[in-house]
């Protein structure tokens, strides 16, 4: 039996997986969640097999939930289940931890056996995602900018951003204040931009926060 923990802010998408799930024979969802923080209970719980996990969350959003649970539980199995088109996310999440992403405008069945995968400790990619990472190889592997950072540089370009201040994002990250500013600097040499207007710019533009 796979023990699943559906984390999604929403009660309508929780509901809809709980009860395809139940139609499975070896699946059994023993946990859910509405945002970050309550994920992190259940992994520290140590009771589940597979995480199934959205991006777009309050108070913690997916990608920090991800880096904290690698943190944490480093073998569990995470897969994203997001909104977001996996241009956006996948391969970065990939490179940070997560078993596998998928859109939630997929079929059931491929969540069913992208599950199934990963419990076997295997990666998940869709067959969109492998076509367009093999163009990205034809094409010499050029990233987007945002790929090229790394996870904690993520974290911090999100929430600056959404609209968080410095001091706001290092004590949600239990962070210095200069620590987060090394890396905001960072960020911005990497990607080329100069204020936290143009972050946020990019973001809306690449599909990264709504």
């Known amino acids: 039996?796979?023990?699943?923990?559906?984390?999604?802010?929403?009660?309508?998408?929780?509901?809809?997986?709980?009860?395809?799930?139940?139609?499975?024979?070896?699946?059994?969802?023993?946990?859910?969640?509405?945002n970050g923080r309550e994920a992190l209970d259940i992994v520290r719980a140590g009771e589940i097999d597979v995480m199934v996990l959205d991006i777009s969350m309050p108070e913690q959003n997916g990608v920090d939930t991800l880096a904290a649970i690698k943190l944490r539980a480093a073998e569990l199995p995470?897969?994203?289940?997001?909104?977001?088109?996996?241009?956006?996310?996948?391969?970065?999440l990939l490179r940070q931890g997560a078993s596998g992403?998928?859109?939630?405008?997929?079929?059931?069945?491929?969540?069913?056996?992208?599950?199934r995968t990963v419990f076997r400790g295997r990666k998940y990619i869709s067959a969109g995602l492998a076509e367009r990472l093999a163009e990205g190889l034809v094409a010499g592997g050029d990233k987007p900018l945002h790929e090229q950072l790394s996870e904690r540089e993520l974290q911090v370009f999100l929430r600056l951003?959404?609209?968080?201040?410095?001091?706001?994002?290092?004590?949600?990250?239990?962070?210095?204040?200069?620590?987060?500013?090394?890396?905001?600097?960072?960020?911005?040499?990497?990607?080329?931009?100069?204020?936290?207007?143009?972050?946020?710019?990019?973001?809306?533009?690449?599909?990264?926060?709504?």
């Open 161 to 210: 951003a959404q609209g968080q201040t410095i001091g706001h994002l290092a004590d949600n990250l239990s962070l210095s204040v200069k620590t987060v500013s090394t890396y905001r600097s960072r960020v911005m040499d990497k990607m080329g931009l100069e204020s936290n207007s143009d972050l946020t710019y990019y973001a809306l533009k690449n599909g990264l926060i709504q």
């Open 1 to 34: 039996m796979i023990r699943i923990a559906i984390v999604d802010d929403h009660a309508i998408v929780r509901a809809g997986l709980r009860q395809f799930f139940a139609d499975q024979p070896d699946f059994a969802v023993v946990a859910e969640a509405a």
């Open 101 to 115: 992403y998928l859109n939630k405008d997929c079929e059931p069945e491929e969540i069913v056996k992208a599950i």
């Open 78 to 92: 995470v897969l994203i289940l997001s909104g977001f088109p996996e241009a956006h996310y996948a391969t970065t």
